[in-house]
């Protein structure tokens, strides 16, 4: 058959496949990313169907995921948020670090996989979804509770380590020297507070620049400008990420609001390509063999969460019922994970079997995080047997 | 009153007042524009007992129903001492003949007697309205009158 025909009807038959499941996720009230991930390792190597001609396409695809992943992140805050949140949660942000960063790094040690990939796994056990935490918040009706802007600011903050974690770890995935390193990381950092001075001072000037009345010349701008910028720190080696990241940070006010509007169905659509493509690369039989590895951090890692969120939320003078909220809404991970884990694949500095016990921890995480976020308060009120109402409160609302 | 600002980065602000009774009564205002009122709960004040959803509209006539309560009972308050005059508040529903008219085209006294005093929108008080004065659905009207006079003119808001 002729390639390009291949191609179509394989993109084709794959994008159906996740419309379908992405149904079913909705359905369940579920995040769709662990069903991508299933969907890319049914059809990929080892898989029931294995695809051949949309991989150069989707490789790219893929690519552009990541960065449109990335520019979104950056247009949800402004660099004013970013500054106070930092100023406000650096404590919890150094101890969520600490506590969730040491299980996959240490599990990676263990397993013999050496320093890169203790590096790497740390990475994807440290970082939350902020994606399906925000949805989780918003659907249990809890976007005015009390413990919900000390989550939040945890989130900014991992968000925020993003922007320095990124390029450390694509530098020492190139394998540069020490020196190098070392230079990478003081380039980025310099970019980050350049890119955060510059949004504070001048960043409705950059958003007067991307912004247009025409959508489609609007559209245009925008990811003209990302994949440009992306491209650019992916050659200074800061990760084309990042550089996604902060360009989405320097647009602000109501040209963020409007670019993340159009955007949002073409992140999820190429979002959507980088899940199924990970899924694609990893084998389904390099999976029983981690199996056991992956539970035990998804217990271990659910646990320190839930303690990080509960101690940042204690600090804030929230009870113990808001406290385990706050802890359990923190446990989901997912597209973060994936894509510290698909940067180390696609260096090829790492065994593949990272890939396989991330997928799996992921797939683990991103079902049980939602779940435990539901079971929290049950679960608290078993523990505690709190009376259901006191005779104080009879006359009040009921609750 | 105090009301607690809290920002709620990548979804917006919320903004709430404590009650004398203990509760947290507020709003998140989300940045796409949407609006959610919130209720804390009674035994546990960190969480909500509710979050909904409202729409402009809607959020707006919630504030005219908190806020007119207030005048309404300090206006029959001073119409005490004139017998047969009382007070009463009229809402200009989507798709009423006046929405988006100006007021004067209700020629309300002249046809019913009664005087509209005040105009309530989005919690804010209009007071004596000029006839030139553009009304919109939503829009709480406070009339006073004879009660004959009121029946007249709720006559005219609904049907012109």
């Given at each position: 058959m002729h390639t390009t025909a291949l191609t179509l009807i394989e993109l084709g038959a794959i994008l159906l496949f996740l419309g379908i499941l992405g149904r079913l996720a909705g359905r369940i009230g579920l995040s769709p990313i662990p069903l991508y991930?299933?969907?890319?390792?049914?059809?990929?190597?080892?898989?029931?169907?294995?695809?051949?001609?949309?991989?150069?396409?989707?490789?790219?695809a893929s690519e552009i995921g990541v960065v449109l992943l990335l520019l979104m992140l950056g247009l949800e805050y402004t660099a004013k948020e970013l500054v106070t949140g930092l100023r406000q949660s650096w404590l919890a942000g150094i101890v969520d670090f600490v506590l969730n960063f040491t299980p996959g790094a240490l599990v990676a040690v263990i397993l013999g996989w050496g320093s890169v990939a203790a590096l790497v796994m740390g990475g994807v056990t440290y970082i939350s979804s902020s994606g399906i935490a925000a949805k989780v918040i918003g659907d249990l009706g809890r976007l005015g509770n009390r413990e919900t802007p000390t989550v939040l600011a945890i989130l900014v903050f991992e968000d925020l380590a993003m922007a320095i974690y990124l390029p450390v770890l694509t530098a020492v995935l190139a394998g540069l020297s020490f020196a190098g390193g070392l230079g990478t990381v003081g380039i980025s950092l310099l970019v980050v507070t350049l890119v955060l001075v510059i949004a504070l001072r001048w960043g409705n000037v950059v958003s007067a620049v991307v912004d247009s009345t025409d959508r489609e010349v609007f559209l245009l701008t925008l990811i003209g400008a990302a994949l440009l910028v992306a491209g650019l720190a992916s050659a200074l080696q800061v990760s084309a990420a990042v550089g996604a990241f902060l360009l989405g940070i320097a647009i602000s006010g109501a040209t963020a609001e409007n670019a993340a509007r159009i955007l949002e169905p073409l992140r999820d659509l190429f979002a959507a390509i980088f899940f199924v493509v990970f899924g694609l690369n990893t084998d389904p039989s390099s999976i029983p063999p981690v199996l056991g590895v992956a539970l035990l951090l998804a217990v271990v890692t659910s646990a320190t969460k839930i303690a990080t969120g509960w101690w940042a939320a204690r600090r804030q003078g929230i009870g113990r019922m808001g406290r385990a909220r706050a802890g359990s809404a923190l446990v989901a991970r997912g597209e973060f994970s994936i894509v510290i884990a698909g940067l180390a694949v696609a260096s090829g500095a790492v065994l593949p079997e990272l890939a396989a016990l991330a997928t799996t921890y992921v797939l683990l995480?991103?079902?049980?995080?939602?779940?435990?976020?539901?079971?929290?308060?049950?679960?608290?009120?078993?523990?505690?047997?709190?009376?259901?109402?006191?005779?104080?409160?009879?006359?009040?609302?009921?609750? | 009153m105090n009301v607690i600002e809290t920002p709620l980065p990548g979804i917006g602000v919320r903004r709430e007042i404590l009650t004398g009774s203990g509760r947290r009564v507020?709003?998140?205002?989300?940045?796409?524009?949407?609006?959610?009122?919130?209720?804390?709960?009674?035994?546990?004040?960190?969480?909500?007992?509710?979050?909904?959803?409202?729409?402009?509209?809607?959020?707006?006539?919630?504030?005219?129903?908190?806020?007119?309560r207030q005048l309404v009972a300090q206006l029959t308050e001073e119409h005490r001492d004139l017998p047969g005059v009382t007070t009463r508040q009229f809402l200009i529903e989507r798709g009423s003949p006046f929405d988006g008219r100006p007021l004067g085209d209700t020629r309300m006294r002249s046809r019913s007697g009664a005087s509209l005093v005040a105009v309530l929108r989005s919690g804010q008080v209009q007071a004596s309205p000029t006839p030139d004065f553009t009304l919109a659905a939503g829009d709480l009207l406070v009339v006073v009158g004879t009660s004959e006079g009121l029946d007249a003119a709720a006559d005219i808001l609904r049907n012109g």
């Open positions: 991930l299933i969907g890319g390792l049914f059809f990929g190597q080892g898989g029931f169907i294995e695809l051949q001609g949309v991989l150069e396409f989707s490789e790219v995480m991103a079902v049980l995080g939602p779940v435990l976020a539901r079971l929290a308060e049950p679960a608290m009120q078993l523990v505690e047997r709190i009376p259901k109402r006191r005779p104080r409160e009879a006359t009040g609302l009921a609750s | 507020g709003i998140v205002a989300q940045r796409d524009g949407d609006l959610d009122l919130i209720i804390s709960k009674a035994g546990d004040p960190d969480a909500c007992v509710a979050s909904i959803p409202l729409t402009p509209d809607e959020a707006a006539t919630i504030g005219n129903l908190l806020g007119s």
